[in-house]
């Protein structure tokens, strides 16, 4: 009797870079990954709307998407001033940034929670107050109501990444240290207790997200899911470069003179900044979630 030629097809567990190159590359997200800090009125957007979306070439989603050959290529649709409901409603009236994720996303990055804790205007009150004044840690209050609920939303958004891209690992990326740890000087108006406050809503903000975007990984790992949910905490990512610094990462505050106007750039990655978060998203594309992916082919050999 002669043995059938070939074999059956076999499961292959794919590495983690494997899974986020399979298929399509999905940057979505607020101004830290459209690429508000390095964006510019003269020059062409990068896709369609991104004039009021501040979408720039200088994010680091245009780097990841050099690094990486993604089988399905690569979409990029972040939002400056975007927030977790707006990222599932639409802003400008552009279509919702979720509408662009499908079953063929294998890759999904983004940021997002900073602007539903209000951070653009807890540091505008902070900067616009009388140098003795208490108005910018006043605020404390309202701002941990809001990281509070916050909970709920990125819960929700994640649970609507997955369900259109139930094979991606979803990576989110969190905010970095504005201020040094030990503030010594005033920048902006903002004295060395005002620096240090600000860095305590980031981590705080950090905190909440990154346990979010955890328990919700954990729960598909104890299903057996494909997929993950991954977050890169970028706390300390600009370490030794924050704002005040020689060389900073971040832009402090920038102003339009006629008329006089606070630029939305201010508090924003420079093009060093974003590049760091692409380095950062990279070891993590590379890393995986840390623990076994269950992302497969099917193989044949003769």
Not at 70 to 83: D, H, I, K, V, W
Not at 141 to 169: C, F, N, S, T, Y
Not at 222 to 238: C, K, Q, T, W
């Amino acid at each position: 009797m002669t043995a059938p030629a070939g074999r059956l097809p076999e499961r292959v567990r794919l590495t983690p870079v494997q899974a986020a190159q399979s298929g399509a590359y999905v940057g979505l997200g607020d101004s830290y990954s459209s690429g508000e800090g390095v964006y510019d009125q003269d020059i062409e957007p990068v896709n369609d709307g991104a004039d009021r979306c501040h979408r720039a070439s200088g994010s680091y989603v245009p780097v990841i998407a050099e690094t990486y050959r993604f089988a399905g290529g690569t979409a990029f649709y972040a939002c400056s001033g975007a927030t977790t409901g707006q990222l599932l409603t639409g802003q400008w009236g552009h279509p919702p940034q979720i509408s662009r994720v499908g079953p063929e996303a294998s890759l999904i990055t983004l940021s997002i929670g900073g602007n539903d804790a209000g951070f653009s205007k807890v540091l505008t009150a902070c900067i616009a107050k009388l140098p003795w004044s208490s108005a910018c840690v006043d605020q404390d209050a309202a701002v941990e109501h809001r990281i509070g609920q916050l909970r709920a939303d990125m819960l929700k958004v994640l649970r609507e990444l997955r369900g259109r891209a139930p094979e991606a690992r979803i990576v989110v990326l969190g905010y970095p240290r504005p201020f040094p740890q030990e503030p010594v000087a005033s920048v902006d108006n903002l004295s060395a207790d005002d620096q240090r406050w600000i860095n305590g809503v980031a981590r705080r903000l950090n905190d909440t997200v990154g346990s979010v975007v955890r328990d919700f990984d954990r729960a598909i790992a104890a299903f057996g899911g494909p997929g993950s949910a991954e977050y890169v905490d970028a706390y300390e990512a600009f370490t030794g470069h924050e704002v005040g610094r020689q060389q900073p990462f971040l832009n402090g505050l920038a102003l339009d003179m006629d008329p006089i106007n606070v630029n939305a750039r201010s508090y924003h990655p420079t093009g060093e900044g974003y590049r760091r978060f692409a380095e950062l998203i990279n070891e993590q594309i590379a890393a995986g979630p840390g623990r076994p992916l269950n992302n497969y082919r099917l193989t044949t050999s003769p």
